[in-house]
DNA sequence: ATTGACTCTCCACTTAGGGGATAAGATAAA
DNA sequence: TTTATCTTATCCCCTAAGTGGAGAGTCAAT
C-alpha cells in the first residue's frame, strides 16, 4: 500500500491527474481510509494506469478511455483516432506551408482567407462587353431586364453580387463575362436572364482596395497564393464589388473582393 | 453602417467571434449606439478582418495577433510559430504511427508507455552469474558490500533498483550483468561497489505481470515497439523489480518493469 | 398594440489537469 | 509532549477561443 505521494513516483504520473483519474473513475485507490481521506494506492493498479497513460498518449480523450474501459470496440475508437490525426496533421501541414510561403516571400501587404461561401440562388446574365468601362453598364441593364419579368424580384440582404471573366485568356476588348446577383428566391427565367442555385463551395479570398486600376497585382497575388497553398481553381472566379462608384465617391474607399473557388490538389 | 448580423454574413464571421474580438480589443466596430449599445461596423473594416482572420487561419493565438497588430515583429512570431507546428505535426504523426501498429498488430495485451525517467545517484556492482536464478543472491551480496563501506547509506522512497544485461548476446550462463540501486546520496566507493548519477533519459516502458518464465516475451514485445516507433535504444535495458520472492508469496503478484531508454532515431 | 426578428449583457461550459489557499493528518526531532 | 516539517485533503479559480442559452431591450412591420 502506497500514499499518492509514493505512487506518484513510482508510475512517474502528477499527484494532481491521479486524484483527477480518481474522480473520471478511471482508476480507484484500491482503498481509501474514511477518516482522513487519504488514497492509497497498491503495485497491482501500476499495469491499470500503465493502460490508461499508454491510451492517453495516443491521443485519446479521457471520455474514450473510460468507455474503452468499460468494453467499449477499442478498435473502433481508435479508428475514429486514427482519422481525428489525419486531419489534425493536414491541418498543420497547411498552417505551415502557409507560413513558409509567407516567409520566403515576406510580403505581408494583403491578407488571404479560405471560408465556405453558402449556397446562393441567384439570376445571372451573360455577355460580351467591349471594354472594362461597360461593366457597370451591363450590370445596370441586367438589372433592368430581370425587374421586368420579375418586378417583385429582391436581392439578398447584405448584397452579394459578381463578375466572373469567362474567357480562358486574358483580354483587353470583348470580354465574355457573367454578372450574377443573389436573389432571396428563384424567378422566371427569360432569353437573357437565368436563374441558378450555386452550390456551397471553399474559397480563397482577397479583399482589394481602391480603384480597379491594378486589380490584376490582386489577382496574381492570390493565384499565386492558391497554386503555392495546393489548392487547385474549382470554378470560376468572381469578382464581388463591395463597395464603388454607386455608394463612394472616393475611388480610395472602393473595396471589391476576389474570391477564387477551390479544392485541395 | 452595417449592424452586427449583416457584417457578420458579409464576413462570413459569426456574431460571437466578433463581439469577442471587440472585447479582445482586436477589432472596435467603427460606431457604437450608447443608448441601445448596438454595434455598427462597416465596409472598410473587411480588410482589418480579414487580416485578423488570415493570422487566425495559420493558428496564431489571439495573443500574438493582439501583438502583431500593435507593431511586433511579425517574422519572430512567425517563427515561433512554425516550430510550434513543427512539435505538433511530429507528436501527431508518432501518435498515428503508434495507432496504426496497434490496428495492424491487434495486440492490446500489453500496454507501452513512454516516460522521463528522472536522473537518480545509485551504487551499482558488475559481474557474472552462473545462472538467472543466481539474481538474487548477487543482489543480496551487493547490498551487504556497500552497507560494510556505507553503513549509513539509504535507499530511495519508494524503491528503485535494476538489473542490466551487459552481454552483447543473449546468454544463458556465464552472465554478466549490472545490479543498480538508487540512494539517497553518493557514498565511499569500494573495489566491487560504484557510484554514479544517472542522467534523466527517455525511456519506453513496459510492466511484466507474474513469473519471470516469460520474461522474454515482454522483452521482445517492448523491443518490437520500439523498433516500430522510430526510436532506437540509447542505453542498457533496465529490468526494474518492483514485487518479487521478498515480498509476495504468490508468483502471480510479482511485477517486474523493463524500462528501454530511447532516442528518435 | 403586437408580433417577430434582431441585439444586448451576463453566465455557464468546453479539456485535462495546474496553481494556490487553507485545514488537517503523519512523522521525526527537540 | 510539544514542535516543526512534510504530506494530504478539499475547494476554488484558471487555461483558449469561442459556443449556447437566458432574460431583457430594440426595431420595423403589421
Known sequence: MYRIGEFSELSKTTIKTLRYYEKEGLLIPSFVDSQTGYRFY????LPELAKIISLRQMGLSITNIKSILNGSDLEQILKLRKQELETEISLSSSQLLQINNLLEGKSM??????KELPSYTVYY????????????????????????????????EPDYCYVSYLDGEYKETDIKIRYAQAVTQMGIPSETIKFETLNPVKAACIYHKGAYDNLRES????????EENGYEIAEPIRERYIDGMWNKASEDEWLTEIQVPIRKK
Open 125 to 156: 446574365k451573360e455577355g460580351v462587353i467591349k471594354d472594362f468601362r461597360d461593366i457597370v453598364n451591363f450590370i445596370l441593364q441586367s438589372a433592368g431586364e430581370c425587374k421586368s419579368t420579375n418586378p417583385n424580384i429582391k436581392c439578398v
Open 42 to 45: 497498491e503495485t497491482s493498479q
Open 109 to 114: 501587404e494583403k491578407e488571404v482567407i479560405v
Open 219 to 226: 489577382y496574381s497575388f492570390l493565384l499565386k497564393w492558391v
